[in-house]
T-cell receptor, first 114, second 116 residues
Framework: SAVISQKPSRDICQRGTSLTIQCQVD?????MFWYRQQPGQSLTLIAT?????????ESGFVIDKFPISRPNLTFSTLTVSNMSPEDSSIYLC???????????FGDGTRLSIL | DQQVKQNSPSLSVQEGRISILNCDYT??????FLWYKKYPAEGPTFLIS?????DKNEDGRFTVFLNKSAKHLSLHIVPSQPGDSAVYFC???????????????FGSGTQLTVLP
């Protein structure tokens, strides 16, 4: 399966700032996804990162808050904008190597907002 | 409304015994189910999956059972080992259209502790 590198692995940010998380895959993949895991909760899909077009966001998530880029088949970024303490979570990138195959996850970015 | 539920937040088992982790779902459109294992500071790792056309799938020490009528699946680990101690997530998906990606809906996870 694809090897997924996520950066940064963790960060502590000030309220009102923005942070961009990078997800790099060692091979071309069909689909890339961004998830959030809030403390003590399950993984929730934020959006599907589409190559060459706008991301597809799930209910409750909007582009202004979580802009996503996917310039090619091996790379995507998620920005958490205008952060508040409620955004303190683990953010995870996942990929689907081929259609129908299980998703594989990066190690996540642990984000704390003061 | 949680479509995938793991009602046991934690489970402790003696080494060598069987671990049984349970998962219930409500969406009858789900046709593919997965189990992931997660260690602290790591991302979830895919463990095993099952399609709705089957009722059992086995891979080494891991077996997943699916009861469609009850909308219930379970993961059996036999024999359990201390290295199995992790959080286990159940996930379910429904294919939106042919050739499209599957969006996963996760349960809240069960912390398994295997005692030596």
């Amino acid at each position: 399966s694809a090897v997924i590198s996520q950066k940064p692995s963790r960060d502590i940010c000030q309220r009102g700032t923005s942070l961009t998380i990078q997800c790099q895959v060692d091979s071309q993949v069909t689909m890339m996804f961004w998830y959030r895991q809030q403390p003590g909760q399950s993984l929730t899909l934020i959006a599907t990162a589409n190559q060459g077009s706008e991301a597809t966001y799930e209910s409750g998530f909007v582009i202004d808050k979580f802009p996503i880029s996917r310039p090619n088949l091996t790379f995507s970024t998620l920005t958490v904008s205008n952060m508040s303490p409620e955004d303190s979570s683990i953010y995870l990138c996942s990929v689907e190597d081929r259609v129908g195959q299980p998703q594989h996850f990066g190690d996540g970015t642990r984000l704390s907002i003061l | 409304d949680q479509q995938v539920k793991q009602n046991s937040p934690s489970l402790s088992v003696q080494e060598g015994r069987i671990s049984i982790l349970n998962c219930d779902y409500t969406n009858s459109m789900f046709d593919y189910f997965l189990w992931y294992k997660k260690y602290p500071a790591e991302g979830p790792t895919f463990l095993i999956s099952i399609s709705s056309i089957k009722d059992k799938n086995e891979d080494g020490r891991f077996t997943v059972f699916l009861n469609k009528s009850a909308k219930h699946l379970s993961l059996h680990i036999v024999p359990s080992q201390p290295g199995d101690s992790a959080v286990y997530f159940c996930a379910a998906s429904a294919r939106i259209s042919s050739g499209s990606a599957r969006q996963l809906t996760f349960g809240s996870g069960t912390q398994l502790t295997v005692l030596p």
